[in-house]
């Protein structure tokens, strides 16, 4: 296994495989979208597996694939498929807007995709289509049903937003009373291809809790596993969890595991770093196994100790997170 230069393992790789998105979540990006990568700059599956297999060698078990919406890329299946067969990785798992997903979720469960994380910011309609600006709720809601009917451990992400979803917190936590389903709420982060953020984030991970708790007062502090950037809570007599994600506050730093490749090839060995190896460039220019793996190694020892080093080390933040892979 590879430790970076703060001691912290690093064994999971959040991939995102295109940057382009079926729905505009407004937090994640503008109206008329960002501008596309042409595809030529996009890895091409082969480069991604070329690239996993190198990872999978250095000691990453882990790999989360991720976007742009993961399923607008044609034949992610077969990739899919592809990375299941790569020797090292034991967890391969999914965030997906669920819009295109529910025609392939028993195909992920027999391919051993044990865990799917969807997102899904309120359950109503009309707010759904505002935050996301598309009508594609009942499409979201078949793949939730599908999920959980295939057995696959489900985690919906929401991004909670001053003045937009913050009445939804009570009946998604309620999600957690009967179905088997981990409820994370997320704070915004300024990752919306605009580079503008709340001078003051007003719904931080401790309001957030504070909001949670004022409804169900015996709202428990649960055991995290260990690297999980959430802080995990249940209430007593529900089914599923809840977990806060403290993702603007930064307080996982310390026991951070995971990297990142953007879907043009871009390491980033922190989310609020501003990519820090150019993969695509190296595979572009014939590097060999031996290259590629130094290449890592090298970024490896380089790591901020947390997000706040990161970003002082850059511009402003002005990408939006389907570049990056959330
Ligand atoms: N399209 C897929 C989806 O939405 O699940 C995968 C990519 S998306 C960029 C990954 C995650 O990032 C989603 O759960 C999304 O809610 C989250 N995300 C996007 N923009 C964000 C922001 N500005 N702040 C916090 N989370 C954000
Ligand atoms: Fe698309 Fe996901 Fe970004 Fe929403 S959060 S616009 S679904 S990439």
Known sequence: MIYDNHNRP??????????????????????????????????????????????????????????GEPFVRTDLMGFMHRLAGIDGLTDISMTTNGVLTAPHVADLAAMGVKAVNLSLDTLDRERFHKITRRDELPAVLDTLDKLLAAGIQTK??????????TQDLIPLAELSRNLPVDVRFIEEMPFNGEGSHYPVLHWTHRRIVDELRAHFPD????????????????IPGHQGTLGVIAAFSRTFCGSCNRIRLTAQGTLKTCLYDDGVLDVRALLRTGATNDE?????????????????????K?????????????
């Open 292 to 312: 590629l793996t130094a290449a890592f190694l090298k970024a490896f020892s380089h790591r901020p100790a947390n997000g706040f080093e990161a970003e002082q």
């Open 10 to 67: 690093i064994t999971y790789l959040r991939l995102a495989v295109t940057d382009r998105c079926n729905l505009r979540c407004f937090y994640c990006m503008p109206e008329e979208g960002i501008r596309y990568l042409p595809k030529k700059q996009l890895l091409t599956y082969e480069e991604m597996e070329r690239v996993v297999q190198a990872l999978a060698r250095l000691g990453v078990s882990k790999v989360r694939i991720t976007g």
């Open 219 to 234: 709202l428990n502090k649960i055991q995290d596993p260990a690297f999980s950037t959430s802080a995990g809570y249940q």
């Open 156 to 165: 919906i992400n929401a991004v909670v937003m001053d003045g937009q979803n």
């Open 314 to 326: 850059r511009d402003v933040v002005s990408e939006s997170m389907a570049t990056i892979g959330g």
